[in-house]
């Protein structure tokens, strides 16, 4: 049987991606941003999106929600997000704006998991922060559980993924059950001085992204995120992965019913004349002075994919690398190849959306690596499915805010933003439920 695991603040999927490659089933997945849910619900049709915050979330309601009833709960994992300070004087625990901190380790407790994984910035680890981190340890001591110390910052270049990016990881078990280790490196740091031995070098860039057609050759990814075509180049092992050329490269979770064909989530950016030839004076590795854009080098790893910020805090957009060979930013597929997400997983259709949505992800393939280390301390013994599913309707890859509103029950409006709205989002869960009770029948 496959072990279970509850995603809290889940975004496009990245965590619950890895856990399921690992082996894990994700009957709920938490999420208050509804153009995220609707990534979420397409990507992963069989689990129950919760479209609402932590706060306020009891663990019976997820059970509920997920219709496990009081099965026992695995592993409970997330990235919530932490925004408050330590104050002389004062538990940084208790600041107000970490509040959904502590909602993870209340609900953790809630649902009894057997582990946890958290995950948050590497400036947790800094300075003072590292009291608000020694009272988080505390406080997942007092709830009854055991954190493996010591923590770990993990770079996700160590695992597989072309990209250097590191990020802190926690990972704990109730007191009684055995704590997980965290996963040794896989991979050394493309381009850069060997300094793991024995490990192979990852991906590069260039190995990552070459095979994709140049999203610039097609008028229609103008107005669109998507074409069919059958200029894919000859791809290296790691983009074959990524395009899911072997059994192999789904891993321990469910084949996707996709089209191999089409070239997704690349919509072009029009760029003007005058910044063509800024980005093409750049030279790889080096920072283009205007637009400060990253210009990848073919040989080495990306710079860390940022999110920028949401619409309720002023709609930034964090800038897009510059592709190693072309004078333009990459697209989001060439982000997602960067960030180790398969070629069937597919984002918003907007770039805005849907860089926000990969840069604020855990790389799948460090958190299949954290997963499989926790699958093997929880003693579980998982054999690869052997029923394809199908991807979720279209339509919720172009939801814009509003629509997705709408279609999770969720208000959004200014003065209600914050507020919660609980018989609507009850009601949607009860449609997901029966939703996805209907498929469970037909698909088995």
């Not at 060997?194 to 070098?201: A, N, V, Y």
């Not at 004076?281 to 999110?307: K, Q, W, Y």
């Not at 004078?327 to 770039?351: I, Q, S, Y």
């Amino acid at each position: 049987m496959r072990p279970i695991g509850i995603d809290l603040f889940a975004g496009a999927g990245g965590l619950s991606l890895g856990f399921e490659q690992a082996g894990f089933d994700i009957p709920a997945a938490v999420e208050i941003d509804p153009v995220h849910c609707a990534i979420h619900k397409f990507n992963f049709p069989r689990t129950t999106i919760i479209p609402q915050s932590v706060q306020g979330l009891t663990g019976n309601e997820i059970r509920e929600a997920a219709g496990i009833g009081d099965q026992v709960v695995d592993c409970v994992f997330g990235g919530a997000p932490c925004q408050g300070f330590s104050l002389i004087g004062h538990r940084a625990i208790d600041d107000p704006r970490n509040g959904l901190v502590r909602d993870f380790v209340r609900i953790v407790e809630e649902l009894g998991a057997r582990t946890f994984v958290f995950e948050n910035v590497k400036g947790l680890t800094i300075g003072q922060h590292r009291i608000f981190l020694k009272e988080l340890i505390e406080t997942f001591e007092k709830a009854g559980y055991c954190v493996q110390m010591p923590w770990h910052v993990l770079n996700a270049a160590h695992y597989g993924v072309p990209q250097n990016r590191q990020r802190l990881f926690l990972i704990g078990a109730r007191d009684g059950e055995k704590i997980p280790e965290y996963p040794e490196p896989l991979t050394n740091i493309a381009g850069r001085t060997k300094r793991l031995e024995g490990l192979p070098f990852g991906p590069t860039t260039k190995q990552a992204i070459s095979d994709l057609p140049d999203a610039d050759k097609f008028g229609t990814l103008l107005t669109s995120d998507a074409v069919k075509t059958a200029a894919f180049g000859r791809p290296s092992p790691y983009a074959a992965e990524m395009r899911c050329q072997s059994n192999d490269a789904w891993h321990l979770g469910y084949v996707r019913d996709w089209n191999p064909a089409f070239l997704t989530s690349s919509a072009r950016t029009d760029h003007t004349e005058i910044s063509k030839r800024r980005f093409s004076e750049t030279h790889p590795g080096d920072v283009e002075p205007i637009s400060r854009f990253f210009r990848l080098p073919a040989d080495g790893v990306s710079n860390t994919l940022r999110a920028g910020t949401d619409s309720a805090r002023g709609a930034f957009t964090s800038p897009r690398p510059i592709h190693y060979k072309h004078d333009r930013c990459v697209t989001v597929r060439e982000m997602a190849r960067l960030h180790g997400f398969p070629d069937w997983f597919r984002f918003n259709a907007t770039k805005w959306h849907g860089a926000r949505q990969i840069g604020n992800a855990v790389p799948p393939p460090l958190a299949r690596a954290i997963a499989v280390a926790v699958r093997k301390a929880l003693g579980a013994h998982v054999k690869r499915p052997a029923k394809m599913i199908e991807l979720g309707e279209p339509d919720l890859l172009t939801f814009d805010l509003s629509r997705a509103s709408r279609h999770f029950g969720i208000d959004v409006s200014p003065s209600r933003r914050d507020r919660k709205s609980g018989a609507k989002k009850r009601k949607q869960i009860d449609i997901e439920r029966e939703r996805l009770s209907a498929q469970k029948a037909v698909h088995g």
